[in-house]
C-alpha cells in the first residue's frame, strides 16, 4: 500500500481512514498458521476491506462481486476446474477484483474462474456448480459490505456481515460487548449445527470447539482491521480461548473464557446412550472460568476479562448465571450467560413470552 503523497488530495474522513492504515501497516500480517483457514481469513478480510475503501477513495462502486473460498488443496482444486492460476491474486489492494471468483489457501494467489461474473446470482450459481458451497466464502458484495459465510454459502449457519466505510473502527470495551451480544442473536441463538439432535437437546461432540470457531470468525470479521484476535493463545501455563490485541495502544485488550454447559454429554461414536450432566456439574465447569480468563488477563496486562457460557440446557436456569457472576465479581470479570434454544417455539416463548392475566398490554 502506498502512502505520502498518494494520499494527500483525498482530504476529510477519507484521508483519515487511510492514513491509518497506512501507520498500521504491520496489520497485514497474518495471526495463524500460512495454509491455514485462520490465515486465509485473517488475510482476506483485510485485503477486500482495503480494497473497498480504495474503490471508495477513488469515489468508484464495485461493479460486481468478489468472493475467495478457501481451499486446502488449492492447487488440485483449481487444475480440477480448469481455473487459471493466479500467484499475484490480492496481492494489491488497487488491482481490480470486480467479478472475481478464486480458490486460495495462502494468503495471496489462488485460482481464479477464467470468466468474471457479473452479479451475486451468477456468482452462487458458479459457487455452488463448482461443488463449494460448505467452503468457507469471503465476499465483497459492494464498496461498503463484506460477508463471511465460515461453512460456506450452503451452510445452515447465519453469515456474518460486516459493514464497511471511512470512519475509523473504535475497539473498546462496549464495541466487545455489543459484537458478543450480536453474536448471540445472529448466530447463537437457535443455530441448527450446535446441535446433533435438537429434539433431544444432544449437542454436537465438541460444542465448545464448535462455539469457539464461530465465534472467533465473527470477531475477525469485526475487528480484522484493528486488532489480532486469536484463538488458543498460549498464556502461562495455559490455552485462552480467544484474545483481542490491539494495533493502536489506544484501543481495549481482552480475554475471552468460553464454556458450554448442556444437559447430556455427547454420546461416543458406536454408542447411543447419553450420560445425563447434574445441574452441579454444570455449574461448577462454568465457574471453573472465572480463574482462567482473570489470570490470562493478568498474566498477559489485558484490559478486560469475559468469560461466556453458552447454556444448551433445557429450560432457563438463572441458578447458572447467578453463579458465574458470584464468581466472577470479586475479580473483575465480565461474565454472561447465552442461552441456546433448540428449537422456533422455544425461541419465540423466550422472546415473546405471555403475559399474566391481566397485564396491560404493551405498545408497539
Known amino acids: 500500500m502506498t502512502g ?7 482530504g476529510g474522513a477519507v484521508k483519515a481512514a487511510l492514513d491509518a492504515v497506512v501507520e498500521n501497516g504491520a496489520a497485514g500480517l497474518s495471526i495463524a498458521d500460512a495454509g491455514t483457514e485462520e490465515a486465509f481469513l485473517d488475510a482476506w478480510t483485510r485485503t477486500l476491506t482495503a480494497h473497498a475503501r480504495h474503490l471508495r477513495g477513488k469515489g468508484e462502486t464495485l461493479s460486481a462481486p468478489v ?20 500467484p499475484m491474486l490480492g496481492g494489491s489492494h488497487a488491482e481490480p477484483l470486480a467479478g472475481t471468483l478464486a480458490v486460495g489457501t495462502g494468503e495471496i494467489g489462488g485460482y481464479a474462474k477464467p470468466v468474471r461474473l457479473p452479479d451475486t446470482d451468477a456468482m452462487t ?17 459492494s464498496e461498503a459490505s463484506m460477508v463471511i459465510w465460515p461453512r460456506g454459502l450452503d451452510s445452515k449457519s447465519a453469515p456474518f456481515l460486516k459493514e464497511l ?30 446441535w446433533r439432535d435438537r429434539s433431544q437437546r444432544i449437542t454436537v461432540e465438541e460444542p465448545e470447539s464448535v462455539v469457539q470457531h464461530d ?11 484493528v486488532a489480532r484476535v486469536k484463538k488458543e493463545t498460549t498464556i502461562g501455563h495455559g490455552r485462552a480461548d480467544i484474545t483481542v490485541t490491539p494495533i493502536k495502544p489506544d484501543h481495549a485488550s481482552a480475554v475471552l473464557e468460553l464454556k458450554v454447559t ?12 447419553a450420560t445425563r450432566i447434574s445441574l452441579k456439574s454444570n455449574i ?81
Not at 4 to 10: A, E, K, S, V
Not at 166 to 191: G, H, I, N, T
Not at 263 to 270: A, K, M, Q, V
Open 4 to 10: 505520502g503523497g498518494t494520499m494527500n488530495p483525498l
Open 67 to 86: 468472493a475467495v473460498i478457501y481451499a486446502e488443496d488449492c492447487a488440485d482444486v483449481g487444475v480440477g476446474l480448469a481455473w487459471l492460476s493466479k
Open 125 to 141: 450459481a458458479a459457487i455452488r456448480e463448482a461443488g463449494l458451497g460448505k467452503s468457507l466464502t469471503v465476499a465483497l458484495l
Open 165 to 194: 466505510g471511512d470512519a475509523p473502527v473504535v475497539l473498546d470495551l462496549a464495541a466487545l460487548d455489543r459484537s458478543l451480544e450480536a453474536f448471540y442473536e445472529r448466530a447463537a441463538r437457535q443455530p441448527e449445527e450446535w
Open 215 to 225: 465465534l472467533w470468525n465473527f470477531l475477525l470479521g469485526k475487528f480484522s482491521d
Open 262 to 273: 448442556r444437559d447430556f454429554r455427547t454420546p461416543r461414536p458406536g454408542t447411543v446412550r
Open 284 to 364: 461448577d465447569w462454568a465457574q471453573s472460568g472465572v480463574a482462567q480468563t482473570a489470570a490470562y488477563r493478568d498474566d498477559e496486562r489485558l484490559d478486560a476479562a469475559y468469560l461466556c457460557v453458552y447454556d444448551f440446557c433445557a429450560g432457563k436456569k438463572p441458578q447458572i448465571e447467578q453463579a458465574i457472576q458470584h464468581a466472577a465479581a470479586p475479580y473483575n470479570v465480565k461474565a454472561s450467560r447465552y442461552w441456546i434454544t433448540a428449537s422456533h417455539e422455544e425461541h419465540r416463548a423466550d422472546r415473546y413470552p405471555l403475559m399474566p392475566s391481566g397485564t396491560p398490554p404493551v405498545k408497539a
